[in-house]
């Protein structure tokens, strides 16, 4: 009789901690989502912003028009991407940001647009939005590290493993990101 009141015990307490166990797993989930999703809500900002900023530079620098395209086509790429596929959107992203620092680059060549009113204020826009976007990444990281952590360690790794949880990608600079720009004239 004992025995079986210890089994049931057993049983009892294993169940209790598989479902605290899973009940993390959501909400370290739910938290990560969060985190991208502000990420996403200043990335829309940004590139609400783009098209402004590349009409400005253009009536300067019509010459520079293979850059203008390349920053329009990051940005087209950078909004088609999915959410959801969050490897996918880290990767526009980065390659969005490298076609911004181009453009920047570029403008540094026309005194005449950087002391435009309109450019220097779209320019302190994205700087500020860029400085927010920073942020968001540190927030989703830091959730991102939490959640993996916690897929990794050992009991919980059997939950992660029995219910799906698998880790989640960093939000990280890319190479190009890390590198001087090299404008040639």
């Known amino acids: 009789m004992i025995a079986i009141i210890v089994i049931v015990a057993l049983i009892v307490i294993i169940a209790l901690w598989f479902i605290a166990t899973k009940n993390s797993f959501v909400r370290a989930e739910n ?50 991407t999915a959410p959801a596929d969050l490897s996918a959107k880290i990767d526009s992203e980065n390659a969005l940001t490298g076609t911004l620092r181009q453009l920047f680059a570029v403008a540094e060549a026309y005194p005449d647009l950087k002391a435009n009113a309109n450019f220097v204020d779209l320019q302190n826009q994205l700087k500020a939005i860029e400085e927010d976007i920073a942020n968001a990444r540190k927030y989703y990281n830091a959730t991102v590290k939490t959640f993996n952590n916690k897929t990794e360690v050992f009991p919980a790794s059997i939950v992660a493993g029995m219910s799906g949880y698998t880790a989640k990608p960093y939000f990280e600079a890319a190479d190009a990101e890390r590198e001087n720009v090299k404008v040639q004239f």
Not at 32 to 42: L, W
Not at 45 to 62: H, M, S
């Open 31 to 80: 938290q990560v989502e969060e985190g991208f999703a502000t990420i996403d809500v200043y990335l829309k900002k940004r590139y609400d912003l783009i098209p402004n900023l590349v009409e400005t530079v253009k009536g300067y620098a019509r010459h520079e028009s293979e850059t203008l395209e390349q920053v329009i086509a990051a940005r087209n790429t950078a909004m088609r």
